[in-house]
């Protein structure tokens, strides 16, 4: 039975560091998701810094669960925490859970340790000026290792990321993590705390309760909610208050690329730039942001009806 401290700390504390862990992991597919290639570096620092704090979070969490006993020297238990090394808090975990992990596992936890502990500072050392990226040069390698991959020819050598690559990292980090957070629900059964309950709708739902480490289902929502709205927009308030504003002229590119642009607003500017331009070529530009801006929000849009003088 736990005392009223550690209930709090290991029920309340800890469900909270859950939250963060699924979002740091969340967030890190989310950017692989959205890289078409392994070419800037800032994008795999971005993929590999989320996922790589979001599974140590996870492991810590794992840890204190199995390990923490209110008798211990609670200086040393915490600062047996004070570490990046995946693979070591993972052995850790081992030696008293079954963690089934095969070798491309550990392998990606080795890439994860090698990244948190010094891959991600290497550019503040001027020696990095004799070495290629050393994030996207170690993922890259991982992945053409795994998966026989060659980078493409033109118009630089770089590795696709393409579908199967995704499926990839997404079945690998989805092994890890669930497996950490299946223990973790076994662990606050024997203990009586509630730590692995996940909030409904957050990022963390998604990893940890729906256990889903792709974005397909997203991507088809977009679209069948697009084409929708194309096809049978309601004869409602909405309907009225679109047919009230006219729409801005783009012209700069085919009408697929505006639709692209929509989708995934990460991919190009291109098109937030020239809606800028049109902006500051209309004189009535700030009235126009928040009439537009009221669409996709809770706004009633009976506030905007023909018999509105403030429409």
Avoid at 30 to 46: A, M, P, S
Avoid at 171 to 192: M, N, Q, W
Avoid at 239 to 244: E, G, I, M, R, S
């Amino acid at each position: 039975m736990l005392n009223e401290k550690d209930f709090f700390w290991k029920n309340f504390r800890l469900g909270t560091e859950l939250q963060n862990s699924g979002t740091f992991i969340y967030n890190g597919i989310f950017k692989l998701d959205n890289i078409e290639y392994f070419r800037y570096e800032e994008e795999c620092f971005e993929f590999l810094y989320n996922v790589s704090v979001g599974i140590e979070r996870l492991e810590k969490i794992l840890i204190i669960l199995i390990e923490h006993d209110s008798s211990d020297s609670q200086e040393e238990f915490e600062r047996s925490l004070i570490s990046h090394n995946h693979l070591e808090l993972s052995n850790r975990i081992k030696t008293q859970r079954k963690l089934n992990f095969g070798k491309v596992h550990k392998k990606f936890l080795g890439l994860l340790t090698e990244f948190y502990k010094s891959t991600r500072y290497e550019r503040f050392n001027i020696s990095s000026v004799f070495k290629p990226p050393q994030e996207k040069e170690k993922l890259v390698e991982f992945l053409q290792n795994e998966l026989k991959l060659e980078l493409t020819e033109y118009p630089i050598k770089v590795l696709e990321n393409t579908d199967q690559v995704k499926r990839f990292l997404g079945k690998l980090i989805k092994k890890i993590t669930i497996t950490f957070y299946d223990l973790i629900r076994v662990e606050t059964s024997r203990l009586g705390t509630f730590t692995h309950e996940i909030r409904y709708n957050s990022k963390a739902y998604k990893i940890f309760t729906e256990e889903e480490f792709e974005f397909k289902n997203e991507k088809l929502m977009q679209r069948e909610v697009f084409l929708h709205l194309l096809k049978n927009i309601p004869d409602n308030d909405f309907k009225k208050f679109v047919d009230n504003i006219t729409p801005l002229p783009f012209e700069n590119f085919h009408t697929n690329y505006y639709i692209k642009s929509i989708l995934n607003i990460h991919k190009d500017t291109s098109v937030k730039d020239e809606m800028i331009y049109l902006y500051e070529e209309n004189e009535n530009s700030k009235d126009r942001i928040n009439e537009i801006l009221a669409i996709g929000s809770d706004v009633n849009f009976d506030l905007y009806s023909d018999d509105n003088d403030n429409f």
